[in-house]
C-alpha cells in the first residue's frame, strides 16, 4: 500500500526566502510522485512530476523537487518565495503498475504556506 | 479551452434529500475520478473509472454512488445525504496510456452543505 507523510500543516516564510516542503512516502514497488498546488479557491494543478529518469525534477513557478529513494523523500523546494506562492501544496504517489492495475493516486494532508512581506 | 467542469459549485441541502454533482471533461479522457477535501485529512477519493462503464471504490465509497455511461460525463450521486458528507468535492480526469501515468486534471470543486 502507499502512503504519504507530510508533517505539519502549515509553514510560514518571508518573501525572498527559502521554500521547503517535505514529502515522505511508503510504497511497496517504485513510485510515481507529484506535487500539486491549490490556490485559494481553485481546484488542484499540477506542480511536477517525477515518474523515471532524473531524480531531479523542476515543475511550474520556479518550484523542484528531488526524488531520494534511500530517504523515501520527495522534498519541494524554491530558492526564493513570492507572495504568489501562497497556497496549500500537497504531494502525492502513484505506484508504477503493469497493465491490469488500478491507477491510485493517494495524497498527503496537505501543507499550507504563507509568505510575509 | 481543456478543462473539467463541475455543477453546482456550491450547494447547500438537508439531510435525505437526494442529489447529484455533475462532472464533465473534454479532453477525452479515461481515467476520471471523484475526491472529497476536509480539513486535516487532504484528498480522499471516493470512486474512480478507468473507462465507460467500468467503476470501482476508493477509500470513502460509503453513502455514495457513481454512473459512468459516457466518457466524458462522471457523475456522483448521494442518494441520502447526511451531515457528514458536507465537504469540498472535486472531479478529476486523466488520459490513460498503460505503462505512464498522466497528470491528474482537476475540476474547480463542489462546496456541499448538509443539513
Known amino acids: 500500500a502507499q502512503s504519504v507523510t507530510q508533517l505539519g500543516s502549515h509553514v510560514s516564510v518571508s518573501e525572498g526566502a527559502l521554500v521547503l516542503l517535505r514529502c515522505n512516502y511508503s510504497?511497496?514497488?517504485?513510485?510515481?510522485l507529484f506535487w500539486y498546488v491549490q490556490y485559494p479557491n481553485q481546484g488542484l494543478q499540477l506542480l511536477l512530476k517525477?515518474?523515471?529518469?532524473?531524480?531531479l525534477v523542476k515543475g511550474i513557478n520556479g518550484f523542484e523537487a528531488e526524488f531520494k529513494k534511500s530517504e523515501t523523500s520527495f522534498h519541494l523546494t524554491k530558492p526564493s518565495a513570492h507572495m504568489s506562492d501562497a497556497a496549500e501544496y500537497f504531494c502525492?504517489?502513484?505506484?508504477?503498475?503493469?497493465?491490469?492495475?488500478?491507477?491510485?493516486?493517494?495524497f498527503g494532508k496537505g501543507m499550507k504556506l504563507t509568505v510575509n512581506p | 479551452e481543456a478543462q473539467v467542469t463541475q455543477n453546482p459549485r456550491y450547494l447547500i441541502t438537508v439531510t435525505g434529500k437526494k442529489l447529484t454533482v455533475t462532472c464533465s471533461q473534454n479532453?477525452?479522457?479515461?481515467?476520471m475520478s471523484w475526491y472529497r477535501q476536509d480539513p486535516g485529512l487532504g484528498l480522499r477519493q471516493i470512486y474512480y473509472?478507468?473507462?465507460?462503464?467500468?467503476?470501482d471504490k476508493g477509500d470513502v465509497p460509503e453513502g455514495y454512488k457513481v454512473s459512468r455511461k459516457e466518457k466524458r460525463n462522471f457523475p456522483l450521486i448521494l442518494e441520502s445525504p447526511s451531515p457528514n458528507q458536507t465537504s469540498l468535492y472535486f472531479c478529476?480526469?486523466?488520459?490513460?496510456?498503460?505503462?505512464?501515468?498522466?497528470?491528474?486534471?482537476f475540476g474547480p470543486g463542489t462546496r456541499l452543505t448538509v443539513l
Open positions: 478529476a480526469s486523466s488520459r490513460t496510456s498503460g505503462s505512464h501515468y498522466d497528470e491528474q486534471f
Open positions: 517525477y515518474t523515471t529518469g532524473a531524480t
Open positions: 510504497s511497496s514497488v517504485p513510485p510515481y
Open positions: 473509472s478507468m473507462n465507460v462503464e467500468v467503476t
Open positions: 479532453m477525452n479522457h479515461e481515467y
Open positions: 502525492a504517489v502513484s505506484p508504477f503498475l503493469t497493465q491490469g492495475g488500478s491507477e491510485k493516486l493517494v
